[in-house]
C-alpha cells in the first residue's frame, strides 16, 4: 500500500524559503519509473503542478517558478524534499506530494496516488 | 488561466447523468498524451478517478467513464448520488510547455 505525507511549516513570512518534505512509504524512489511530485492549490482554486523528481534523479520544474524551486530525494530515507525560495502571499496554499509514473502504461503523467496535503500560509 | 478548459460548474439530480468536458490542444490531448481524472471532496485531497483516458483504479464505481476525441476529453457520471458533490479536474501532459498541466476544475452539484 502506497502512501505519502507532507510535512513542514504552517506559516511562513514574505521573502523567506520554504522547505516541505514528502515522506512516503510503500514504493522506493529507486525503481524504474518512479517519481514523485508536487502539487499545490491556492485557496478556493484550480491544482497547480510544481515539479517532478525521478528515480533517476530527473527533475522537471514548472517554467514560471523555476528559479525559485528545488527538488531533492534521500532514497534511504524515503523523503522527497521542495525547497520554495522567496514566498510571497500569493504562494498560500495547500502543498500536496503524489506517486507519479513514467512507464509506457495508461498511467503514465498521472499522479494516482497523493498525500493529504499540508497548508502553507505567507504572511507577515 | 489553464492549460485545459473545464466549465466551472455543472448540475444534476440524483439518478441522472453528467458529463464534464476538458479541452486542449495538440500539444496535450491532441498529442496523444493521456487524460486523467481527480475526485476532490470537500476538504480532502484530489483522488485518482480515470486514467489513461478511460481507465478506472480499482474500487471506482462503473458509474465513472471516461472518454477522448481529439483534443477534447470528458468525464460521465451515470446515476448521480449526492456523495458525488465534488470538483473534478482534468489533467495530462503538455509537450509544449513541457509541463503537467490540469484543467481548471469543474464544481459538480448534485440537486
Known amino acids: 500500500q502506497i502512501t505519502l505525507k507532507e510535512s513542514g511549516p504552517t506559516l511562513v513570512k514574505p521573502t523567506q524559503t520554504l522547505t516541505l518534505t514528502c515522506t512516503f512509504s510503500g514504493f522506493s524512489l529507486t525503481t524504474n519509473g518512479v517519481g514523485v511530485g508536487w502539487i499545490r492549490q491556492s485557496p478556493g482554486k484550480a491544482l497547480e503542478w510544481l515539479t517532478i523528481i525521478y528515480w533517476d534523479d530527473d527533475k522537471r520544474y514548472r517554467s514560471s517558478l523555476k528559479t525559485r524551486l528545488t527538488i531533492t530525494k534521500d532514497t534511504s530515507k524515503n523523503q522527497v524534499v521542495l525547497i520554495m525560495t522567496n514566498m510571497d502571499p500569493v504562494d498560500t496554499g495547500t502543498y500536496y506530494c503524489?506517486?507519479?509514473?513514467?512507464?509506457?502504461?495508461?498511467?503514465?503523467?498521472?499522479?494516482?496516488?497523493w498525500g493529504q496535503g499540508t497548508m502553507v500560509t505567507v504572511s507577515s | 488561466q489553464s492549460v485545459l478548459t473545464q466549465a466551472p460548474s455543472v448540475s444534476g439530480a440524483p439518478g441522472q447523468r453528467v458529463t464534464i468536458s476538458c479541452t486542449g490542444n495538440?500539444?496535450?490531448?491532441?498529442?496523444?498524451?493521456?487524460v486523467h481524472w481527480y475526485q476532490q471532496l470537500p476538504g480532502t485531497a484530489p483522488k485518482l478517478l480515470i486514467y489513461?483516458?478511460?481507465n478506472r483504479p480499482s474500487g471506482v464505481p462503473d458509474r465513472f467513464s471516461g472518454s477522448k476525441s481529439g483534443t477534447s476529453a470528458s468525464l460521465g457520471i451515470t446515476g448521480l448520488q449526492a456523495d458525488d458533490e465534488a470538483h473534478y479536474y482534468c489533467q495530462s501532459y503538455d509537450s509544449s510547455l513541457r509541463a503537467w498541466v490540469f484543467g481548471g476544475g469543474t464544481e459538480l452539484t448534485v440537486l
Open positions: 503524489a506517486h507519479s509514473l513514467t512507464t509506457f502504461t495508461a498511467l503514465r503523467n498521472a499522479f494516482d496516488i
Open positions: 495538440s500539444s496535450n490531448i491532441g498529442a496523444g498524451f493521456g
Open positions: 489513461g483516458d478511460n
